[in-house]
């Protein structure tokens, strides 16, 4: 499915990077003791492992969505981190178990809760999707007496988003399909835009928010809330997952739940993409991509080439505009008009090479090609 970013309307003001001596942000704190979640009472300094009740399999197997709390003794903000809302999208599963590995969380204020696994039947399964075909992340804030995905989404918008102050959602490109590491959020919040800096990814994308996604109910909720895409849907891809833990931990520096350490400057900033686009296939055939991800390319650089079998035609696949590739597919065979690869266009578009190179050679980029 193609998604089209766009910066905000005209008279939004332009996102821009946020002056180094910002302060953190601590908006929409809620006091501390006690969190209730599933009945259960977790009191500050305490880590608790939650199963929230979804529903039972046809053999009247009860399948949970299970969550690991940390609580830390000083108040502070709540983050929600979560993954494979999308069951087949595992990075942030592997991003969410190595966080919570972290020494550093010894010295956390405030309260994680992690969710590797939203999605728990498409992700036993290996399937984007609930059984019945339906898209989770379309089904938010959810009913009580909804089909199984609007209940899914209810139960997670009233138990667990409802606590939080701040939230991080991790993705990966859809099945055949890689990303470059990138933050897709609502830019217009300045809380949400400070946040997007602190994860320093490569990239940043401009999101316009999608109806029925976890995302736009933690906005109409008043929770700042990042995006992260990163490699490809049933992969683990460790430069994806090392980006992933690393930028969550700076973003919690940045909040003001951990001291200020190594993790939060290990990476250079990121640019504010100005538009991106997907450059589509000319024909039905082979696909032969030339470029990479995290590649610069100009406008009319012939990025791939789409052939017959026998080769008896080539047509070029060319560049639209100067930019950066951020997504691409990985799957040979295409039809007319699929996608085929993402480009990011910026402003500065030294400058973005510069930090997308310096943060290749820091996670090993070139490994997701």
């Known amino acids: 499915m193609e998604i089209h970013y766009k910066m905000p309307n005209a008279g939004e003001p332009k996102p821009s990077a946020p002056p180094a001596d910002a302060p953190s942000v601590t908006t929409n704190l809620r006091p501390d003791p006690p969190l209730?979640?599933?009945?259960?009472?977790?009191?500050?300094?305490?880590?608790?492992?939650?199963?929230?009740?979804?529903?039972?399999?046809?053999?009247?197997?009860?399948?949970?969505?299970?969550?690991?709390?940390?609580?830390?003794?000083?108040?502070?903000?709540?983050?929600?981190?979560s993954a494979a809302i999308h069951g087949d999208e595992v990075n942030g599963v592997e991003i969410v178990r190595r966080l919570l590995r972290s020494k550093a969380l010894k010295n956390l204020r405030g309260t994680l809760i992690a969710a590797p696994i939203v999605n728990v039947f498409g992700f036993n399964s290996l399937s984007r999707y609930l059984?019945?075909?339906?898209?989770?992340?379309?089904?938010?804030?959810?009913?009580?007496?909804?089909?199984?995905?609007?209940?899914?989404?209810?139960?997670?918008?009233e138990q667990v988003l409802a606590h939080c102050t701040h939230a991080i959602d991790l993705h990966t490109g859809a099945i055949h399909r890689s990303n470059l590491p990138q933050i897709r959020a609502y830019l217009a919040d300045p809380d949400t835009l400070k946040m997007a800096h602190a994860f320093r990814s490569p990239v940043i994308l401009n999101s316009q928010l999608r109806d029925g996604s976890l995302r736009a109910c933690a906005v109409g909720r008043?929770?700042?809330?990042?995006?992260?895409?990163?490699?490809?849907?049933?992969?683990?891809e460790d430069s994806v997952i090392k980006s992933g833990v690393r930028g969550?931990?700076?973003?919690?520096?940045?909040?003001?739940?951990?001291?200020?350490?190594?993790?939060?400057d290990a990476a250079p900033a990121a640019l504010v993409a100005e538009d991106s686009h997907w450059i589509r296939s000319p024909s039905s055939g082979i696909v032969r991509i030339r470029s990479r991800l995290g590649e610069r390319v100009e406008e009319g650089d012939v990025l791939g080439l789409v052939s017959d079998p026998l080769g008896e035609f080539e047509l070029?696949?060319?560049?639209?505009?100067?930019?950066?590739?951020?997504?691409?597919?990985?799957?040979?065979?295409?039809?007319?008009?699929?996608?085929?690869?993402?480009?990011?266009?910026?402003?500065?578009?030294?400058?973005?090479?510069?930090l997308v190179e310096e943060f290749g050679e820091i996670f090993d980029i070139d490994r997701l090609s």
Do not use: W
């Not at 739940?257 to 939060?264: D, Q, R, S, V, Y």
């Not at 951020?326 to 990011?344: E, F, N, S, Y």
């Open 316 to 354: 070029p696949i060319a560049a639209r505009h100067s930019g950066v590739v951020i997504g691409l597919t990985k799957l040979p065979m295409v039809a007319r008009g699929d996608a085929v690869l993402h480009v990011a266009t910026f402003e500065h578009l030294d400058e973005a090479m510069e």
């Open 248 to 264: 969550i931990l700076s973003v919690m520096r940045h909040l003001g739940m951990l001291k200020p350490g190594a993790e939060h």
């Open 131 to 157: 059984p019945d075909r339906r898209d989770l992340n379309r089904c938010f804030p959810g009913s009580s007496r909804g089909p199984l995905a609007s209940r899914i989404a209810y139960l997670i918008n």
């Open 36 to 81: 209730l979640i599933a009945d259960q009472e977790i009191l500050p300094g305490e880590t608790r492992r939650v199963e929230l009740s979804v529903a039972r399999l046809y053999d009247y197997t009860e399948q949970t969505i299970t969550l690991k709390v940390v609580r830390g003794k000083r108040p502070g903000p709540t983050l929600l981190v």
């Open 222 to 236: 008043g929770i700042p809330m990042l995006l992260f895409e990163g490699g490809e849907a049933l992969r683990f």
